[in-house]
């Protein structure tokens, strides 16, 4: 949510603001910033409250691996273009965290500031500072070093709300913000409750678990459905962008073709599963194919298929429990 607690007083002739939000994440060392926006706030008023979500889907698939930074800039919109602004903010990052971070926390790097804002050069205003948290995976750190939350394995996780005030050019904004990580899982059959979903040779499979390698082919992270976010779809930990779906019955593991690359499209849709109440038991979770409706995840002769579960017994196949991460074992 963005709070206007009072409008700039230069705008560039305009009667009014047109802010919008920034969000990104950076590692450690530099390497690959994710990031995304809101869309621009318009005719933002004193007084005004106005809510919105930064949903850019790099951004939610992102997973802390060690040290990591998550950074919120306000801008009001003049005569540029906000993704424009966004590819030269998360340049800014990644040219800070390469270059001065080291070992040091980011609440400890205040020179990153100039960096950042120069990005933007006269395209559009920055209203105050950049304002970031710690992220590590043992909990999310202020700017003053303090542990805001941790990490837990639920099925939704779990994530700071965060307020931040934003000043500049006389005038005064407020973000808050609700970070939901995404949640890691393995996937227990019901009816085998000593056997695991896993990929092996790119085929879904339910196995007992008993290596490293199998944890990390036990493992998946649930995201935003590819093909519908209401949804879900299964993306590997030790194979990333590569995801769970249908193949001409059976449940295997195919990489996504990035961008609109033919097949892109069918594949989202294949990847993609409703989360409804076990077949076989309310209090566990079946997955019905978005692509395929009245189609579901089940086991048969130890490999996964997507196929219909109109008897009781297909049904116990096709229910499961998500549980903590195998990998984090």
Request: aromatic share 14%; net charge negative.
């Amino acid at each position: 949510k963005l709070i206007c607690f009072s409008e700039m007083t230069w705008d560039r002739g305009s009667l009014s603001d047109e802010p919008y939000v920034l969000a990104g994440i950076v590692p450690q060392g530099g390497g690959a910033a994710v990031g995304g926006r809101t869309d621009v706030y318009g005719d933002v008023d004193d007084g005004d409250q106005r809510p919105a979500g930064v949903a850019d889907q790099e951004l939610a698939r992102y997973r802390v691996e060690g040290r990591s930074y998550f950074v919120v800039q306000v801008m009001e919109n003049d005569e540029s273009n906000p993704d424009g602004v966004l590819r030269a903010y998360l340049r800014a990052l990644r040219t800070v965290a390469a270059f001065e971070m080291g070992e040091v926390g980011w609440y400890e790097a205040i020179p990153l500031y100039g960096w950042i804002l120069s990005a933007f050069l006269n395209e559009d205003d920055a209203i105050g500072n950049p304002q970031s948290l710690t992220m590590t995976a043992d909990g999310w750190y202020d700017s003053q070093g303090r542990l805001q939350s941790w990490y837990w394995n639920t099925e939704y996780g779990v994530g700071p709300i965060i307020n931040w005030d934003f000043e500049g050019d006389g005038g005064r904004y407020g973000t808050m913000f609700r970070l939901a990580p995404i949640p890691i899982h393995s996937i227990k059959s019901f009816n085998y409750p000593d056997r695991w979903v896993r990929h092996r040779n790119y085929r879904a499979e339910l196995t007992s678990i008993e290596s490293e390698l199998d944890r990390g082919d036990a493992t998946f992270r649930l995201v935003p459905g590819l093909a519908n976010d209401e949804h879900v779809s299964f993306e590997s930990v030790n194979r990333p962008g590569h995801f769970l779906m249908e193949d001409r019955g059976r449940l295997a593991l195919r990489e996504l073709p990035a961008g609109y690359l033919p097949g892109a499209d069918i594949r989202r849709r294949l990847a993609t599963f409703k989360r409804v109440p076990g077949l076989a038991d309310g209090s566990w979770v079946s997955f019905e194919s978005y692509y395929y409706p009245g189609r579901y995840i089940r086991h048969r002769d130890f490999q996964l298929y997507v196929e219909p579960c109109g008897g009781e017994a297909s049904q116990r196949d096709a229910t499961f429990l998500l549980t903590g991460p195998w990998d984090r074992h």
